[in-house]
């Protein structure tokens, strides 16, 4: 007898979670608790559409009750019943979010076809800007101080700006993006305040897309960028 729709899906998430799992050994994968808990953004309350507008942190409602004594006493009994029930929504579907990520995943590789199947691949010398590649290539020599004469620094805070993908690169992947919300898949959003983004990993630009750009050209020059701060802190530290 054929499986059925379901079960067909369920080995494909199982499939996926393994391969998941697999590739996540070779790599470097940082994951904090506070995720599930803190910077949980609640805008408004539907309880007379209450305007909240804050970010929270939430372990457990005594806790929170305990910190936020003075906005609770601000709203009504149905509002901080709102608000709580919000707070709890939030943290168990941060907690289920790598479940649910690769469930969304096994349908859009199932059912989306692919109008531009390119852009999933990192080819650095048709996508990346070429002042982007010199600064890799210096930042990789470990030269500090040419690495990043093609940047522009914003005030006094560190902070570099440099292209870093071709333009026709950058209309061929908005392009094959609004493909994937015109297509109906299910999806969604990188966090509560976000209503247009999409998650690059759901819909399968991680292992040659996103890891490739990430460790090989982001992470030189992140280490190189650092070291410059670091000697930077330490001299105003000196003088100081």
């Known amino acids: 007898m054929a499986a059925s729709p379901n079960t ?24 904090c608790p506070c995720f599930e808990r803190e910077n949980l953004y609640i805008y408004k309350l539907k309880s007379k559409n209450k305007l909240i507008d804050r ?7 005594e806790d929170f009750r305990s910190k936020e004594e003075s906005l609770l006493g601000s709203l009504s009994k149905e509002e901080a019943k709102e608000l709580e029930s919000a707070l709890q929504k939030e943290v168990e579907a941060r ?10 995943k096994s349908i859009i590789m199932e059912k989306y076809k692919r109008a531009d199947s390119d852009v ?15 600064i890799v290539e210096k930042a990789r020599a470990g030269k500090a101080d040419s690495a990043l004469e093609k940047s522009t620094t914003i005030g006094d805070r560190n902070v570099y700006t440099f292209p870093c993908f071709r333009q026709e690169f950058c209309k061929r992947l908005i392009k094959e993006l ?9 999806k ?3 966090n509560s305040m976000n209503n247009y983004g999409l998650l690059l990993n759901e819909m399968g630009f991680t292992d040659a897309f996103t890891d490739p750009l990430m460790f090989k050209f982001i992470q030189p020059i992140a280490k190189l960028v650092r070291r410059i701060v670091v000697t930077i802190s330490s001299h105003g530290n000196n003088g100081s």
């Open 8 to 31: 067909s899906l369920l080995k494909q998430v199982e499939k996926l979670a393994t391969e998941t799992a697999e590739s996540q050994k070779s790599r470097r994968i940082l994951y």
């Open 120 to 134: 999933y691949t990192l080819n650095p010398s048709e996508m990346l800007s070429p002042d982007f590649l010199r």
């Open 55 to 61: 970010h929270f942190e939430f372990y457990g409602l």
């Open 95 to 104: 907690a289920n979010r790598a479940y649910e990520s690769g469930l969304r």
């Open 188 to 190: 969604s959003r990188p």
């Open 178 to 186: 609004e493909n994937i919300n015109k297509s109906g898949v299910q």
